[in-house]
């Protein structure tokens, strides 16, 4: 690890499972009967906003009561240690990261913990429910949703990531399925740039292919030897 100064690191939903969050995916791609599309799209929004919302209020209560496990501790650990640049971007919508203790998070795909007004476009702090329609702390509006990127939406911050990508020396995805882009494009950006790629899963993914490296295990045990690996 001598010559890696800047690292980009990936999360997905793998990082979280052992946590006790589940997906979609895990799940079957339905909740309560809905498919994915008919909860987590714009469209679902317009449509049917109780059902959406409803469905929201659950998963933000719900995580609430979840943990940071070894895998998210770990990755804070290099976080206040290391001396180099480090980007952790996570396609998970729960603050677990942030909970552990890491500081260098971006959510790209936002977060269950913030409600985004859609009349004045400020995004506050919110734990509560949304489903009563409460006001927007900032402009009264009742016009509040979930925080967090729907299919068919453009994920958060992309330009920050591809800067932060052109100055590493190693990429790392952890937990991801590769399924989703454009997170499951980032390996490719990477080798297009000559960055060594690392990946730590529990099973190969979909693009798996694309790494150098592949480290198979719970992400609360092939994490953690990592992180240890990399602060030597
Ligand atoms: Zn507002």
Not at 131 to 147: F, G, N, Y
Not at 189 to 204: C, F, K, Q, V
Request: charged residues 20%; contains cysteine; proline residues 6%.
């Amino acid at each position: 690890m001598g010559q890696i100064r800047n690292i980009v690191i990936l999360t997905g939903a793998g990082i979280s499972a052992e946590s006790g969050i589940d997906t979609f995916r895990s799940a079957g791609g339905l909740w309560e009967q809905h498919r994915v599309e008919d909860v987590a799209t714009p469209e679902a929004f317009a449509r049917d906003p109780n059902l959406v919302l409803r469905f929201y209020d659950m998963r933000r209560a719900a995580i609430q009561e979840k943990l940071p496990n070894p895998a998210h501790f770990a990755l804070a650990e290099l976080d206040a240690n290391w001396k180099g640049g480090l980007l952790i971007v996570t396609q998970n919508v729960d603050d677990l990261h942030t909970r552990a203790g890491a500081r260098r998070v971006l959510h790209m795909h936002g977060e269950h913990l913030k409600a985004w007004c859609t009349s004045c476009d400020v995004r506050s702090h919110w734990r509560g429910p949304l489903i009563e329609r409460p006001p927007c702390p900032v402009c009264q509006a009742r016009t509040l949703r979930p925080d967090v990127v729907w299919f068919g939406e453009m994920p958060y911050r992309m330009g920050e990531i591809y800067a932060a990508l052109r100055e590493a020396d190693l990429f790392v995805s952890i937990g991801t399925s590769g399924a989703v882009y454009p997170a499951a494009g980032l390996v490719r950006n990477a080798r297009d740039l000559g960055i060594s790629t690392l990946e730590l899963n529990l099973e190969r993914s979909q693009g798996s292919d694309w790494f150098h490296e592949t480290r198979l295990g719970p992400a609360s045990e092939v994490v953690p030897a990592w992180v240890a690996e990399v602060l030597g």
